[in-house]
């Protein structure tokens, strides 16, 4: 009844009942058995799991070469093969125990297997950046941390992807395999950059989607730092640098080709050999021995350094293209402001109050209003580094080319540092406390205005 080549799922299900049903049992009545004969190291359920779960290898093993190129039937047998699998962890059979991932390591299913979910992988991508929500955050009006983030739909939805696919090649026996699958996240993920840069390239800098993109590249970066810490990436990192060191020995000694994962077919038949498959622990052993967490102080590099490096080089200069056309925006709106006749300027005295220039209104409507649009668009940590940016720009903008190239008496000197104290410092002084820090070198001219002739002095 349950041997249906199309229904793998019947003889896995069959299975685990037998297991749940005997559990009990084999707790109460064979454990106390099993330690008074002195195997205290042996537990009775995984002996009972074990002996069924060489069923289901033989099976699988048997069925998979069978299912041709029927590419819908092949993936839904991997599919529930790694449910079978995750449930049975769950019932407490050791992952280190022969079992039905085996199988999946041999070379002719494994090679399909990632071509199939890297072809899968590529189309959801496809999907997921040619929706229409693509780059709206996810939740709406609910606060969230990815909201804070400003992460776009397309973003998470991709990250999600990333995880899904982590979670299918974990619980591998093989490293090489796990190796395999994280090359594959990894070009897929260069892909995403490549495919952002392209989408980038068509949105103006001040445009909302350009500022998405942007989050996304953030999100993406602060991401893969936390990945590159955890166990399972820490300990590819180690496998991929030892079997690259191995490669490029063999290839010096001109060894020829390695080997493959590590499984082989009968001769006489078209399945797979089960006693390949759980004999030995892993064929090119004297590259994957034991994982050593001492080894981690003295491993070069994270698994995710490279990756790393170009989003955050992207991030660099989409964020440098920003500040650029705010201030290209802003010099375009300062000329009336450079050229002003800070000579001839009226005294103080003359004014019943003071008030910003009407060259200086326009400059600072025009910074403003680019700072709020930005600001808008851009999670807090960007927004601070545009910000800042912009800051050291404008600093020097405004000593270089109005202080240094005009010449100021005392209603002038007076009314441009009214209009940079009560101007600039109060449009920057939404961000910080201290906005003069940012504007140290006209602080600094200032410093030397004679207090009794408002007169510049240039050392």
Not at 114 to 140: C, F, N, R
């Amino acid at each position: 009844m349950t041997n249906n080549i199309k229904k793998p799922e019947w003889y896995m299900t069959q299975l685990l009942t037998w297991v749940r049903d005997h559990s009990s049992f084999l707790e109460e009545r064979i454990q106390p058995l099993l330690d008074k004969a002195g195997f205290k190291y042996s537990t009775a359920v995984s002996e009972f799991t074990k002996g069924l779960l060489q069923l289901a290898i033989e099976k699988l093993a048997a069925d998979l070469p069978k299912l041709g190129q029927d590419d819908v039937l092949f993936s839904h047998t991997i599919d529930e093969t790694l449910v079978f699998c995750k449930e049975l962890v769950g019932f407490g059979y050791p992952i280190n125990q022969p079992g039905c991932l085996y199988v999946l390591c041999s070379d002719s299913v494994f090679n399909r297997w990632l071509d199939l979910e890297d072809k899968s992988a590529t189309e959801k991508v496809d999907a997921i950046l040619q929706s229409e929500t693509a780059w709206q955050l996810p939740y709406g009006d609910n606060i969230t941390d990815l909201e804070e983030l400003m992460v776009p739909e397309c973003t998470e939805a991709f990250m999600t992807l990333m995880l899904v696919i982590t979670d299918r090649y974990k619980r591998l026996p093989n490293p090489l395999a796990k190796i395999k699958f994280f090359n594959m996240q990894l070009l897929l993920l260069d892909d995403f950059r490549t495919r952002l840069v392209q989408i980038m390239r068509e949105q103006h800098p001040l445009d909302a989607i350009y500022g998405s993109i942007l989050n996304a590249i953030n999100y993406i970066i602060l991401i893969l730092k936390e990945w590159s810490d955890l166990p399972l990436f820490l300990r590819l990192h180690y496998y991929k640098v030892e079997y690259e060191n191995f490669e490029t020995n063999k290839k010096k000694q001109g060894n020829g080709d390695l080997a493959e994962i590590g499984t082989e077919k009968d001769g006489d038949s078209n399945t797979i050999s089960v006693s390949s498959l759980v004999v030995t622990n892993f064929e090119i052993s004297e590259v994957f021995h034991d994982f050593d967490q001492i080894k981690l102080d003295f491993m070069k590099g994270m698994a995710f350094d490279n990756t790393i490096s170009l989003f955050e080089h992207l991030r660099k200069e989409m964020r440098k293209i920003i500040v650029e056309m705010i201030m290209y925006d802003t010099k375009a709106r300062s000329q009336h402001y450079r050229k002003d006749r800070w000579m001839s300027m009226p005294s103080q005295k003359e004014y019943l109050k003071m008030t910003l220039s009407d060259s200086g209104c326009e400059l600072f409507m025009v910074l403003k209003d680019r700072l709020h649009l930005v600001q808008q668009q851009l999670c807090s940590p960007l927004f601070e580094e545009v910000w800042q940016k912009l800051s050291q720009l404008l600093n020097k903008y405004i000593y270089e080319e109005v202080v240094l190239q005009n010449r100021f008496n005392e209603g002038g000197a007076t009314q441009l540092s009214y209009d940079i104290t009560r101007g600039l410092f109060s449009l920057f002084g939404e961000y910080t406390q201290r906005p003069e820090n940012y504007f140290k070198e006209y602080v600094n001219v200032f410093a030397s205005i004679s207090l009794k002739y408002y007169q510049v002095i240039f050392i």
